[in-house]
C-alpha cells in the first residue's frame, strides 16, 4: 500500500562507492521510499565536494537527507549539514568498504534492509566532531596508517576492503617517522614524540571493532583518545603492533583519555585524515566535540 507523498527526500549518492553496488539497488531503494510516503530528489555525486556542496545549499523543504556511500561521502554530508545552519534528520545507507560509523550505529549493509531502517527508524542525536574549520563524523588521525587511506587506490580498497589499509600500512612501518607535538586537554599537557594519534566517536577504526577503546557512546560529548609514543628500538615497535592486533590499546606506549576538547601543536606541518580523507597540513590544530549535533535514523531509540 502506497501512502500519499506528503513528505521530501534529498537523496544524495556516490555511484562508485563499494564496487559502485547502489547501481542495481537504486529502484528498490527510490520504491522503499515512497511506499513510506517520501517524494524523492535523488543528486548522484561525481566527484569530492559534491555532496557537501549539494547538502549545504539545499533548501529547507526537506524533511530528511538521505546520503549512500562509504565513510568519505557521510563525512561531507554532515560537512554540509553544520554548514547550512539548519538540520535535517539524516538517513545513512552503507556502501563503502569498511563503513565504521555505519556499524558503529548498527546500521545494516544490506542496502534495502538500510533504507528501511531509515523509514521505520527513529532519530538519534550524535556528536561529531570540529577540526579548526573542517568538520569530521568519527575520526581525525596523524601520523602512520593515515596517509593511507586516501592514497589507497579505490579499485584496491574496493577489492580487499579494511585490508587495502593495513597491506598498504605495513609497507609504512620502517622507517616509522614521529612528530614532537604539545598535546593540552583539560588541565593536562602532554609533550612528547607520536608516531600515530587518533580522537574518535566510533567503535571501530579501518574494520577492527574494540581498537577505539571501552565502553563508547556515540553521544557522550568526549571522544576517545589514543596517542602512540615513538618506539625507541624493535622491540617497542613490536610490542605497539601487538597491542593494536590485541585491542589492548592501554600500554605504556600509548596515551589514552576521553576529552571534549583538545589542542595539538607540531613542530612541523602535520598531515591529517578526516573520516579517512585528507584533512590537510596542519602545525595548529583545536579539535572539539559538538554533542548531539546531527540527528541520524537507526533502528532503536
Given at each position: 500500500?502506497?501512502f500519499?507523498?506528503?513528505?521530501?527526500?534529498?537523496?544524495v549518492?556516490?555511484?562508485?562507492s563499494?564496487?559502485a553496488?547502489?547501481?542495481n539497488?537504486?529502484?528498490?531503494?527510490?520504491d522503499i521510499?515512497?511506499e513510506?510516503?517520501?517524494?524523492?530528489?535523488?543528486?548522484?555525486?561525481?566527484?569530492r565536494?559534491?555532496?557537501?556542496?549539494l547538502i549545504?545549499?539545499?533548501k529547507?523543504?526537506y524533511?530528511?537527507?538521505?546520503?549512500?556511500?562509504g565513510d568519505?561521502?557521510l563525512d561531507?554530508?554532515?560537512?554540509?549539514?553544520?554548514?547550512?545552519?539548519?538540520?535535517t534528520?539524516?538517513?545513512?545507507?552503507?556502501?563503502?568498504?569498511?563503513?565504521d560509523?555505519?556499524?558503529?550505529?548498527a546500521?545494516?549493509n544490506?542496502?534495502?534492509t538500510?533504507?528501511?531502517?531509515?523509514?521505520?527508524?527513529?532519530?538519534?542525536?550524535?556528536?561529531v566532531?570540529?577540526?579548526?574549520?573542517?568538520i569530521?563524523?568519527?575520526?581525525?588521525?596523524f601520523?602512520i596508517?593515515?596517509e593511507?587511506s586516501y592514497?589507497?587506490?579505490q579499485a584496491?580498497?574496493?577489492?580487499?576492503g579494511?585490508m587495502?589499509?593495513?597491506?598498504e600500512?605495513?609497507?609504512?612501518l620502517?622507517?616509522v617517522?614521529s612528530?614532537?607535538?604539545?598535546?593540552?586537554?583539560?588541565?593536562?599537557?602532554?609533550?612528547?614524540?607520536?608516531?600515530f594519534?587518533?580522537?574518535t566517536?566510533s567503535l571501530?577504526?579501518?574494520?577492527?571493532?574494540?581498537?577505539t577503546?571501552?565502553?563508547?557512546?556515540?553521544?557522550?560529548?568526549v571522544?576517545?583518545?589514543?596517542?602512540i609514543?615513538?618506539?625507541?628500538?624493535a622491540?617497542e615497535?613490536?610490542?605497539?603492533m601487538v597491542s593494536?592486533?590485541n585491542r589492548?590499546?592501554?600500554?605504556?606506549?600509548?596515551?589514552c583519555?576521553?576529552?571534549?576538547?583538545?589542542?595539538?601543536?607540531?613542530?612541523?606541518?602535520?598531515?591529517?585524515?578526516?573520516?579517512?580523507?585528507?584533512?590537510g597540513?596542519?602545525?595548529?590544530v583545536?579539535?572539539e566535540?559538538k554533542?548531539?549535533?546531527?540527528?541520524?535514523?537507526?533502528?532503536k531509540?
Amino acid at each position: 500500500m502506497r501512502f500519499p507523498l506528503d513528505k521530501k527526500i534529498l537523496f544524495v549518492y556516490n555511484p562508485k562507492s563499494g564496487k559502485a553496488k547502489i547501481r542495481n539497488k537504486l529502484a528498490d531503494i527510490l520504491d522503499i521510499f515512497t511506499e513510506a510516503g517520501f517524494e524523492v530528489t535523488t543528486c548522484p555525486t561525481g566527484k569530492r565536494g559534491d555532496a557537501m556542496k549539494l547538502i549545504a545549499g539545499r533548501k529547507p523543504i526537506y524533511d530528511m537527507v538521505v546520503c549512500s556511500g562509504g565513510d568519505g561521502t557521510l563525512d561531507e554530508v554532515v560537512t554540509g549539514m553544520m554548514r547550512s545552519g539548519f538540520q535535517t534528520p539524516l538517513g545513512y545507507i552503507p556502501a563503502g568498504s569498511t563503513n565504521d560509523f555505519g556499524g558503529s550505529l548498527a546500521l545494516s549493509n544490506n542496502m534495502l534492509t538500510a533504507a528501511g531502517q531509515i523509514v521505520k527508524g527513529y532519530n538519534f542525536p550524535c556528536d561529531v566532531g570540529s577540526f579548526n574549520d573542517d568538520i569530521f563524523v568519527y575520526i581525525a588521525a596523524f601520523g602512520i596508517f593515515t596517509e593511507v587511506s586516501y592514497e589507497t587506490d579505490q579499485a584496491m580498497k574496493n577489492v580487499l576492503g579494511h585490508m587495502a589499509y593495513l597491506l598498504e600500512g605495513m609497507k609504512r612501518l620502517s622507517p616509522v617517522k614521529s612528530y614532537h607535538m604539545k598535546v593540552s586537554y583539560e588541565d593536562k599537557v602532554i609533550e612528547d614524540d607520536f608516531i600515530f594519534g587518533m580522537v574518535t566517536n566510533s567503535l571501530s577504526v579501518g574494520g577492527f571493532k574494540n581498537i577505539t577503546g571501552k565502553n563508547v557512546l556515540l553521544d557522550d560529548g568526549v571522544f576517545e583518545v589514543t596517542l602512540i609514543k615513538e618506539p625507541k628500538n624493535a622491540g617497542e615497535l613490536n610490542q605497539i603492533m601487538v597491542s593494536l592486533m590485541n585491542r589492548d590499546i592501554d600500554t605504556k606506549m600509548m596515551y589514552c583519555f576521553r576529552t571534549a576538547s583538545m589542542r595539538i601543536e607540531s613542530t612541523e606541518d602535520l598531515a591529517w585524515t578526516l573520516d579517512g580523507e585528507n584533512g590537510g597540513m596542519h602545525r595548529d590544530v583545536y579539535i572539539e566535540n559538538k554533542h548531539k549535533a546531527v540527528e541520524i535514523r537507526v533502528t532503536k531509540k
